[in-house]
């Protein structure tokens, strides 16, 4: 991770600081002594050992991950809070120069790039930044860093110990013969646990926050504690599986320690540490579904040439007034998915009904009447997106009652939602110039002029050009029409909401595709 | 080594179970249940996009499914390896999704389609790779559904490829996508019973099918005729 942006320095010379305090402290408090020196000697050399093959997580696969925590819980339990801050900067130094010197070497290596590939990825893969980077620069990564992991480590080992843990280096007979093993180790261990936890999380939102830094305009209470809750929402499915896993690994590799000696930890540390990194890409394969799915069925939509551009602003639009309503985490997560779902139904309908030009008949009107309940038809079928099931089938339904479907259950109580969907839809379709933001295609069949122009029937096979619904409003008149709509078409507080947003930010009609 | 003795506490043979047990879990997790759930998940949600745009074509409901279901077995029983069933399957689902830009009138239509009308109906393949193609995890699709529409003497469309230039998938669709296209009703023509269909088939062996698809497609018709 590279930031140049201010706020993220601020925060890596914070924890910087705050390492730097957390270590001296510690190491001057409690000095290690012979015995903690082998340990720290043994764990670290573990720990960089498992740091040699590292995934990468997440969306945007910037975040590298490596599991070293049930490393530093084993330390923290065996030798205490010295121990782990020490282990944690020494294995991370250590892992990362050698990942950058591997990097740099390699760069200037002439050798096939296929092994360059697999060794970087075995060797280098825990550094995080490029070879070409300045030594200032990776003295001052690895530094911020570590000293983040050292604090975790060293705040776990304290509440280990506040909460009445012995350490098992030198007490564990004790705690045996008295059959003192719950409250002497596992409660306390639960505590450091726990502890480890919240500050993971913890450091996760407020580095990616800061990092990314926060839009001027959303700078209010909610809008902060909605980003860590999204962010919260990718994150802790994967670390909190991982909490799961990860204790027991701990668990066996303080009772080899204890009972057969150092090195024996290796011998099952391997097939663990394998097998936790298949679970977290088992676990994002399935976060890759859901945008495939929605990717795949916004292009089936998108050859419906006036549905370009338009699933993506109200997608956003719809994101934006679910946060302005301040709706939970979740819901903001799911908006734009069912924003670019919401006419997945329409795909049955015929566009010779969706696009007619004169009268509608009764039974087009019905088939047309039918895709929202469609949608949710086939929006019900995929799974992680059931929550949306409701607000596509609505999405046509007025705040009074009338629209459609009309099942009656619904009449006068819309999910918010679809409610949201509605708004964003019809503000759209008012504003959008759908002729004169795609190109000009022959809809029966498909002849599209080269000189740009758009004549009324097509050149090639005579049909006539048919238009949708109406001509483009401006954005005031369309404003107008939500605010009339509001009560009867609309829900009034959607409107409202709209019309706050509006005020505060502007349209910002974004994506054009 | 400092506890190493004759007797070994039994915690640590405890621990080496343990360690067993977590280890497989986990494996299991990781590499049976949850690609499978992610399977299912996957299969669920294309079938019911290809049934979207199924109701346009009139009639042909169940059809992608059918077709799926054949390609399926035809495939194993060419001992295709399980990757490239997968995607056999997946193609067969998804095989006529850029249908979603053909007029629904044109699908529909009971008198011979003129040139132009008839281009466009054939496009469906080309615009089916391409909204495939659109979407990172299934552009792996593309070529299947391209070909879907040649034929083993170069007759087909779009790029007119001969024998095995074809990919193998897109053999298998032709034969068992004609099969079900034949047996089930369209706007155009009666349901036809199996044996017609079966000669028809037949006698499109080494012209319009690959020769080895079209035996082993009898031969898995055999068997469920049998079965």
Redesign the interface.
């Known amino acids: 991770m590279v930031g140049s942006s201010r706020p993220y320095d601020k925060f890596r010379r914070a924890s910087v600081a705050v390492g730097i305090l957390m270590t001296g402290a510690v190491c001057y408090l409690m000095p290690p002594d012979a015995g903690t020196w082998q340990g720290i000697a043994a764990f670290s050399a573990f720990t960089v050992l498992a740091n040699l093959r590292p995934v990468s997580v997440g969306k945007d696969r910037v975040t590298v991950t490596t599991i070293n925590a049930p490393i530093h819980w084993a330390v923290l339990v065996l030798f205490g809070p010295t121990a782990v801050v020490l282990v944690a900067i020494i294995a991370f130094a250590i892992s990362n120069l050698a990942g950058w010197l591997t990097a740099r070497i390699l760069a200037g290596l002439d050798c096939p790039k296929q092994w360059k590939r697999t060794l970087l990825s075995a060797l280098a893969g825990h550094w995080l930044g490029r070879p070409q980077y300045p030594a200032r620069w990776v003295l001052s990564l690895i530094l911020s860093n570590a000293s983040l992991e050292a604090t975790m480590g060293g705040c776990a080992a304290l509440a280990y110990i506040s909460a009445g843990g012995v350490l098992l280096s030198t007490g564990y007979m004790e705690l045996v013969q008295n059959h003192r093993l719950f409250a002497g180790f596992f409660l306390p261990f639960a505590a450091s646990l726990m502890t480890y936890f919240v500050l993971e999380e913890a450091v996760y939102v407020i580095s990616r926050i800061t990092f990314e830094g926060q839009p001027q305009d959303t700078r209010d209470w909610y809008s902060f504690v909605l980003r860590c809750k999204l962010l919260l929402l990718q994150t802790v499915p994967i670390t909190g599986r991982g909490y799961l896993?990860l204790p027991?690994?701990t668990?066996?590799l303080v009772?080899?320690y204890?009972?057969?000696?150092a090195w024996s930890g290796l011998v099952?540390l391997g097939?663990?540490l394998s097998?936790?990194l298949?679970?977290q890409?088992?676990?994002e394969?399935?976060e890759?579904?859901l945008?495939?799915?929605a990717?795949?069925?916004t292009?089936?939509?998108?050859?419906?040439p006036y549905t370009r551009g338009h699933l993506k602003r109200v997608a956003d639009m719809s994101e934006r007034l679910a946060r302005e309503l301040k709706l939970p985490a979740e819901t903001v997560m799911l908006m734009p998915y069912a924003g670019l779902l919401h006419d997945?139904?329409k795909?049955?309908?015929?566009?010779?009904i969706l696009d007619k030009v004169g009268k509608l008949t009764d039974e087009e009107w019905a088939t047309i009447k039918e895709h929202p309940v469609?949608g949710a038809?086939?929006v019900e079928?995929?799974?992680?997106l059931n929550r949306t099931v409701e607000w596509i089938r609505y999405h046509h339904k007025w705040a009074n009652g009338s629209g459609y479907p009309n099942d009656g259950a619904r009449n006068g109580n819309v999910p918010i939602e679809a409610a949201i969907i509605a708004v964003a839809d019809a503000f759209d379709a008012m504003t959008d110039d759908r002729e004169m933001s795609t190109d000009w295609v022959c809809?029966?069949?498909?002849f599209k002029p080269e000189n740009g122009d758009r004549p009324e029937q097509c050149p090639?096979?005579g049909a006539a050009k048919r238009r949708t619904y109406r001509e483009p409003l401006s954005m005031d008149a369309a404003i107008d029409e939500l605010r009339r709509g509001a009560g009867s078409q609309f829900s009034p507080v959607v409107v409202k909401a709209f019309l706050q947003m509006v005020d505060r930010e502007g349209i910002k009609l974004g994506g054009a595709d | 080594?400092?506890?190493?003795t004759n007797t070994?506490?039994p915690?640590?043979v405890i621990?080496?179970l343990?360690?067993v047990v977590?280890?497989f879990g986990?494996?299991y997790?990781?590499?049976v249940y949850?690609?499978r759930k992610?399977q299912r998940?996957?299969k669920?949600?294309?079938?019911?996009?290809a049934t979207?745009?199924?109701?346009?074509d009139s009639g042909t409901i169940g059809h992608a499914k059918r077709v799926a279901r054949y390609a399926v077995a035809v495939a194993d029983e060419l001992g295709i390896r399980k990757q490239e069933r997968l995607r056999i399957e997946y193609a067969a689902l998804l095989r006529d999704?850029g249908k979603?830009?053909v007029?629904?009138?044109l699908l529909n239509k009971t008198t011979p389609l003129e040139p132009?009308?008839w281009d466009?109906v054939k496009?469906h393949s080309q615009?089916g790779a391409e909204?495939?193609g659109?979407?990172?995890?299934?552009s792996f699709l593309g070529d299947l559904i391209l070909h879907h529409h040649e034929c083993w003497d170069g007759s087909g469309y779009p790029s007119e490829l001969m024998g095995e230039e074809i990919p193998l998938g897109s053999r298998i669709l032709a034969v068992t996508t004609d099969y079900d296209a034949i047996t089930s009703e369209r706007p155009y023509h009666k349901p036809q019973p199996p044996e017609q269909a079966i000669e028809q088939i037949k006698s499109g062996r080494g012209s319009k099918y690959d020769p080895a698809v079209v035996d082993a497609f009898l031969r898995v018709l055999e068997n469920e005729g049998a079965a």
């Open positions: 896993l027991p690994i668990l066996l009772y080899l204890l009972h057969v000696g099952v097939p663990f097998f936790r298949s679970v890409k088992a676990v394969q399935q890759l579904y945008d495939t799915i990717t795949l069925g292009y089936m939509q998108h050859y419906h997945i139904g795909v049955g309908v015929s566009e010779e469609k038809e086939i079928h995929m799974d992680f809809d029966s069949c498909g090639q096979c | 080594m400092a506890g190493l070994w506490p915690g640590v621990a080496i343990m360690a977590v280890t986990s494996w997790y990781s590499v949850q690609p992610l998940a996957y669920r949600a294309l079938y019911t996009l979207a745009v199924e109701t346009r999704i979603v830009n007029p629904a009138i132009e009308e466009k496009s615009l909204i495939v659109a979407v990172p995890f299934l």
